[in-house]
């Protein structure tokens, strides 16, 4: 148990459906990221929360939007998703941003979109 | 191109064995860590080293830390099957604040 528990665990979702993913952490963290990993890849940062502030947005298409309402809650909102869209999705937290300690991951949701 | 890369990609020793990896990566870090992930779940944090040290041992496990070469490696001494898993080195980069990248991976099996 890392204090960030990820829901769903696995999720299978339409093209046409509307899903979100969600993450909470018990830590005190000041930090959120989503991260995802697909099958012989290195994990990709997606999205990084600060203070509830989002700092960072790689390029990720539109059809991913994250949501932060407070410091212990990250959401991942999913829509109109294509097939390659299947991964894994981490949420991780730290600290704090500018301090660069290690980071604290939920065990992740299993993605697969049909 | 990735900040980290780890070589071998996969590794296969017998229990008992030493198991080393290496990373390597691109740009100043501020520090290096390591993460390991049991297959389809969360990654755990193992170790971190700061830019200013050479080594850090824990338990088992023994990093450096080589900033001229841009490299770090983790060796895992007396293996177990329970290592079995795959092994991380993620950069936090130098002025870019904490954001961690990862590399590829390792993919370690120990056979018992």
């Known amino acids: 148990e890392t204090g960030v528990t990820q829901t769903p665990r696995h999720l299978v979702m339409g093209m046409t459906n509307k899903k979100s993913l969600k993450c909470e952490q018990h830590?005190?963290?000041?930090?959120m990221y989503w991260y995802k990993q697909s099958a012989k890849k290195p994990l990709e940062l997606m999205f990084v929360?600060?203070?509830?502030?989002?700092?960072e947005n790689n390029s990720v298409p539109s059809r991913f939007s994250p949501e932060c309402p407070n410091s212990s809650h990250l959401f991942l909102h999913l829509h109109t998703l294509q097939p390659e869209d299947s991964a894994l999705y981490l949420c991780?937290?730290?600290?704090?941003?500018?301090?660069?300690?290690?980071?604290?991951f939920g065990q992740g949701t299993r993605l697969t979109v049909v | 191109s990735q900040q980290g890369e780890e070589d071998p990609q996969a590794l296969s020793i017998q229990e008992g064995e030493n198991a080393t990896m290496n990373c390597s990566y691109k740009?100043?870090?501020?520090?290096l860590q390591w993460y390991r992930q049991n297959s389809g779940r969360g990654l755990v944090h193992l170790i971190l080293?700061?830019?200013?040290?050479r080594e850090k041992h824990s338990g088992r496990l023994r990093v450096t830390l080589d900033t001229s070469k841009k490299s770090s490696s983790l060796l895992i001494t007396a293996s177990r099957a329970a290592d079995t898993a795959s092994y991380f080195c993620?950069?936090?980069?130098?002025?870019?604040?904490?954001?961690?990248?990862f590399g590829q991976g390792t993919e370690l099996s120990v056979k018992p």
């Open positions: 991780a937290s730290s600290q704090d941003l500018s301090y660069g300690g290690e980071a604290f």
């Open positions: 830590l005190g963290h000041n930090a």
């Open positions: 929360y600060s203070l509830e502030e989002r700092v």
């Open positions: 740009t100043s870090i501020n520090n």
């Open positions: 080293i700061r830019s200013n040290e």
């Open positions: 993620a950069t936090v980069l130098y002025n870019q604040g904490g954001k961690l990248i």
